[in-house]
């Protein structure tokens, strides 16, 4: 009795210290209340600096309190007359993950400034909503090449089908990082209408290479039963990268009727590490065929 007694006083001592040491290594949300509380103050400042500075601080460090935050951000967002804290606003509110703000955000994009434009874009790829697809089909338009990045990119991740004809508009933009992010997600909205589109561009020798190899990586991950045709062409590229990407491809994606093409490849191919590639292709092709046998 007296041994069992001693064990329970020992695991309560135990249990009570680590506690302890939980409390001591972080830090309290209570404690960080009243400098966060503080900083809420200074979103009301009539110094446009300090509510700016405001923003960016409560957006870093105000989730705790961050039902009460957003109200405050918002009105900044829509009403602010400085567009620096306007900015500054759009930011936090895409730190803090407040998904009530989106309304505003999609409201922010056709703002006057470009600054806060593209901050608004940015803040929507964190919070992806189909509410925004109009907006950011409008800002693909815009003269400023990093808007129509930051609406290309949040396009990408809402993955609307609606944004699949005015991406590929975009995909002749002048801004080389602009075209990438276009081909990028038009791989992750997987609609099989970019298949042509992709194809040319991954088969057209101008174009510069990696557009091509990001034009087969998103061929290979379209809803389209065509994508291993498409990839079985690329594989006569002329361009080792392309055709090293269309192996790959294949070995990840392509089914048995690809096969044929790829020991065709094999034989004619001059380059060692792409026949090694081929083989390993052919080798998951033959490993996945094996796993969905019945037998």
């Known amino acids: 009795m007296r041994i069992l007694q001693r064990l329970q006083r020992s695991v309560r001592r135990l249990t009570t210290g680590a506690a302890i040491i939980a409390m001591l290594a972080l830090p309290s949300m209570a404690s960080a209340q009243p ?19 405001a923003a960016e601080t409560l957006g870093r460090s105000g989730h705790a309190l961050r ?17 620096e804290v306007r900015a500054s606003a759009g930011r936090a509110l895409g730190r803090l993950g ?16 470009v600054d806060v434009r593209v901050v608004a874009a940015a803040a929507i790829w964190r919070l992806p909503d189909p509410a ?20 290309t990119l949040a396009l990408g991740v809402i993955r609307d089908t609606r944004s699949v004809a ?24 997987r609609n099989a209408g970019a298949l042509a589109a992709l194809e040319t561009r991954a088969s057209t020798s101008g ?27 690329l594989l006569g590229s002329r361009e080792r990268q392309v055709r090293e990407a269309a192996i ?17 490849q094999r034989t004619s191919e001059r380059v060692p590490a792409l026949r090694t590639a081929i083989d390993e292709a052919v080798a998951n092709i033959e490993a996945r065929r094996s796993a969905a046998s019945p037998d």
Do not use: F, K, Y
């Not at 966060?36 to 700016?52: C, D, G, I, P, Q």
């Not at 703000?101 to 400034?113: I, Q, S, W, Y």
């Not at 925004?132 to 609406?151: C, G, H, K």
């Not at 590929?168 to 990438?180: K, T, Y």
């Open 132 to 151: 925004a697809v109009p907006a950011l089909i409008e800002l693909l338009d815009d003269t400023d090449a990093n808007a129509r990045q930051w609406a």
């Open 166 to 189: 005015p991406l590929l508009e975009l995909l002749d933009d002048p801004v080389p990082a602009v075209r990438l992010d276009v081909i990028r997600s038009l791989g992750r909205i």
């Open 98 to 113: 407040t998904r009530d703000a989106v309304p505003d955000l999609v409201g922010a994009l056709r703002d006057p400034v």
């Open 207 to 233: 174009a510069p290479n990696d557009e091509r190899v990001e034009a087969v990586g998103a061929l290979a991950v379209l809803d389209a039963p065509q994508r291993i045709d498409a990839l079985v062409r």
């Open 248 to 264: 790959t491809a294949l070995g990840q994606v392509g089914d048995a009727l690809a096969l044929p093409a790829l020991r065709r």
């Open 35 to 53: 400098e966060v509380r503080a900083e809420m103050e200074h979103l009301h400042s009539t110094n446009a600096v300090e509510r700016a500075r």
């Open 67 to 83: 039902d009460e935050i957003t109200p405050l951000l918002r009105r900044l967002l829509r009403d602010d007359p400085e567009w």
